[in-house]
């Protein structure tokens, strides 16, 4: 006989961990089910910070960032416990560069604090930085980041404070959707539920062909560094802002990176990496190819790391949709089924509003926040 719940949630990465709490908030019996065990390193939403910003360059993507910051506000207050770290954040680049001039007039647009700096300015500021004659930057005072493997663990706690079931170490095998209710299949037996949320990362796009869903979804191997300078103070949290550079037309992808905090060393990496059919395929070994590609830029852009020695590399996925945007939305055939994938590199900022956001189009079939960009639809026709 299987376990009846009112929702399962299948992955306890950033968005099945938020989404497990906002269910629980709703009082709803929920189960999280994750297939290996909590805080794994195999996904992609382990390890000590992900950037959180309002900078972007796209105006939906602000306006959810405005729905997101008090979100996290009131989740760090109900657990006790710090999990956003505001730095600043700079954007730089070369005047012209596309995605620089987007992010600076989505800016100028949101009524929201922002300089645009020259150079010298940013010189004066952020001396850790050097940008040439015709690059420029933008500083926008919010940005900072979130301690991830808390708010991922942070989620996890208060669903279960709330009476969610964890199951970790349970894969999901099969997933059978019925017109009122949905069955899924473990090892260690089956459990039944009125809705589903789908969270499943890289895995997402063979879990979903079950359902007759088939998403172009690619897990890329991307691979952070973090950078041990003798001189580490300059580049701690306290000192520095995080970090985006625009030079995509300069280099493979763009760079961004994240200051020193809790010992972790100075966080630099390419914005992408390689595509795979399956995260099984992905080896996780990091490699020293990528620093040495990194090594140049450093140089012209972050002397005081240039030369400096790697602290840990470690190897993280993305999984990428062709837009670049994220699905939140419900099964084209199953509205009590909400599916929340390809979060393509940035959205662990949004997680706790992308929990909400699943949450809501599960229980009441729409959400109260803009989705307008996370439609199914733009693929499937
Ligand atoms: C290197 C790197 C840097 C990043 N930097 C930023 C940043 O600065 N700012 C930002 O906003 N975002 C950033 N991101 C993106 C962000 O981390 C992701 O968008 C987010 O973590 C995705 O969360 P998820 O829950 O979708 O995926 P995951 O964390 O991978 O969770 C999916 C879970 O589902 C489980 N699962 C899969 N199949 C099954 C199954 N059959 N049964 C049970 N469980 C299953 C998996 O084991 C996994 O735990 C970065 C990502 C990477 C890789």
Redesign the pocket.
């Known amino acids: 006989m299987s376990q009846v719940f009112d929702a399962i949630v299948?992955?306890?990465?950033?968005?099945?961990?938020a989404a497990a709490y906002y269910l629980s908030e709703r009082l709803q019996r929920v189960l999280l089910?994750?297939?290996?065990e909590l805080d794994?390193r195999?996904?992609?939403?382990?390890g000590y910070?992900?950037?959180?910003r309002y900078a972007y360059d796209h105006p939906e993507y602000v306006e959810l960032a405005k729905d997101t910051f008090p979100l996290w506000y009131s989740l760090q207050e109900k657990l006790g416990e710090q999990l956003v770290v505001q730095t600043g954040g700079i954007d730089f680049g070369p005047a012209g560069e596309a995605s620089l001039e987007a992010t600076i007039a989505a800016m100028q647009a949101s009524g929201l604090p922002h300089e645009l700096l020259r150079p010298d300015e940013a010189a004066r500021r952020f001396p850790q930085f050097r940008l040439v004659d015709r690059f420029k930057a933008l500083y926008q005072p919010d940005s900072g980041?979130?301690k991830?493997s808390k708010a991922?663990l942070g989620h996890i706690k208060l669903a279960q404070a709330n009476g969610a079931v964890v199951k970790d170490a349970?894969?999901?095998?099969a997933i059978e959707l019925q017109s009122d209710g949905v069955e899924v299949s473990?090892a260690d037996g089956s459990y039944s539920a009125g809705s589903l949320i789908v969270?499943?990362?890289?895995?997402?796009k063979s879990?979903l062909e079950q359902t007759g869903l088939d998403l172009p979804l690619a897990p890329l191997r991307?691979?952070?560094n973090f950078m041990a300078p003798t001189n580490m103070s300059p580049f701690e949290a306290e000192n520095c802002p995080v970090w985006i550079a625009h030079v995509g037309s300069l280099f493979p992808e763009a760079i961004?990176g994240?200051p020193s905090h809790d010992g972790s060393g100075f966080k630099i990496?390419f914005h992408g990496g390689p595509a795979f059919s399956h995260p099984s395929e992905i080896d996780r070994e990091p490699d020293a190819e990528n620093v040495a590609a990194l090594r140049p830029f450093m140089r012209d852009h972050i002397p005081g790391i240039a030369d400096a020695p790697v602290r840990e590399s470690?190897i993280?996925?993305?999984?990428q949709t062709p837009d670049e945007h994220f699905v939140v939305d419900k099964h084209p055939e199953h509205a009590h089924v909400a599916i929340?994938?390809g979060?393509?590199?940035?959205?662990?900022?949004?997680?706790t509003t992308v929990g909400k956001m699943l949450t809501e189009i599960a229980l009441d079939r729409a959400t109260a926040h803009n989705d307008s960009l996370f439609k199914i639809a733009r693929f499937t026709g």
Request: proline share 2%; with cysteine; net charge positive.
């Open positions: 299948i992955g306890a990465g950033a968005m099945g961990s089910l994750e297939q290996f794994h195999l996904g992609s939403s382990y910070s992900r950037i959180i980041f979130v991830a991922v349970t894969p999901v095998t473990t969270t499943a990362g890289g895995w997402a879990l991307c691979q952070l961004y994240i990496a470690r993280c996925i993305y999984t929340g994938a979060f393509s590199g940035h959205g662990f900022k949004f997680s």
